[in-house]
């Protein structure tokens, strides 16, 4: 798995799952924000958006995403995970508990069922209604008549895969503390699908802001919300290496 680090190399770990469909490379429009923070910014790439013949899942993600902090002699992190990372940072801190001091989730995709009964937004829609028929190709082309990479659509499609079934592999009540950044109307990630996913936790948090819908983190040239959450983390500096 390819794992991208920006900020600074001696900070505070924070290990970011990126939206859909994001490689860990888009975590570089954090850099200069994780640097005044203090942040090692740690962005791993899910598999199966280098390696087309990767098979998607949870753990795979998840167990790759520890296997780097392991090699790196990283013992405690921060998570934070941003639309569609957002349920792969649940996985990986319910998964490695011990490892996790907190979790954030920013515009985050929730429980599927509602998920998929609320959301609004027409590329989603038009991407379900491929998943419903099991129209991979037609997923694809649709993706890539977007503007996306080959690898990216392909990305996305596998990303769905995993988010879309089943998430029995998740052992809710062994979460870490959860802070969840969202935007009351967000098309692209319902805020209903974002509090069942809260009513499984035993510890969380929901913040609403304007700012963390996605239509908003993508025009906020000043990162307002991620500043938000960045200084947060900056404030347990010493609890995470």
Same mark, same amino acid.
């Not at 694809?140 to 499609?157: F, K, M, Q, R």
């Given at each position: ?14 290990? @970011? ?5 994001? %490689? ?26 280098? =390696? ?7 753990? $795979? ?9 392991? %090699?790196? $002699? !990283? ?11 957002? &349920?792969?940072?649940?996985?990986? #801190? ?7 001091? #907190? ?16 959301? +609004?937004?027409?590329?989603?829609? $038009? @991407? ?10 037609? /997923? !694809? ?9 080959? =690898? @990216? ?7 769905? +895969?995993?988010l879309l079934g089943s998430w029995e592999s998740i052992e809710f009540q062994? *979460? &870490? ?22 009513? +499984? @936790? &035993?510890?969380? =948090? !929901?913040?609403?802001?304007?700012? /963390? *819908?996605?239509?908003?983190? /993508? =025009?906020? $040239? ?8 960045? +200084?947060?983390? /900056? ?7």
């Amino acid at each position: 798995m390819n794992v991208h680090e920006f900020g600074d190399s001696g900070g505070v770990p924070v290990v @970011l799952f990126t939206g859909t469909p994001q %490689k860990g490379d888009s975590g570089q429009e954090f850099s200069n924000l994780a640097i005044q923070f203090g942040i090692r910014l740690i962005c791993p790439t899910r598999p199966w958006y280098d =390696e087309f013949d990767s098979a998607p899942s949870f753990s $795979k993600c998840t167990d790759k995403t520890r296997a780097y902090l392991e %090699k790196n $002699k !990283i013992n405690i992190c921060h998570v934070i995970g941003g639309s569609g990372g957002g &349920p792969f940072a649940i996985h990986f #801190s319910t998964t490695y508990f011990d490892v996790v001091h #907190s979790c954030y989730l920013l515009a985050s995709m929730g429980t599927p069922s509602i998920f998929v009964e609320k959301v +609004k937004s027409p590329p989603t829609l $038009k @991407l379900l209604e491929f998943f419903r028929n099991n129209s991979y190709r037609s /997923a !694809i082309d649709y993706l890539t008549s977007l503007g996306l990479s080959e =690898e @990216l659509a392909h990305g996305a499609w596998s990303d769905f +895969k995993v988010l879309l079934g089943s998430w029995e592999s998740i052992e809710f009540q062994r *979460s &870490p503390v959860v802070y969840i950044h969202h935007g009351e109307e967000d098309e692209n990630a319902p805020i209903e699908s974002i509090r069942d996913l809260a009513g +499984k @936790l &035993p510890r969380s =948090e !929901i913040r609403v802001s304007p700012q /963390a *819908s996605h239509i908003e983190l /993508a =025009e906020d $040239k000043e990162l307002s919300e991620f500043n938000r959450i960045f +200084k947060e983390i /900056a404030a347990h500096r010493g609890t995470a290496s």
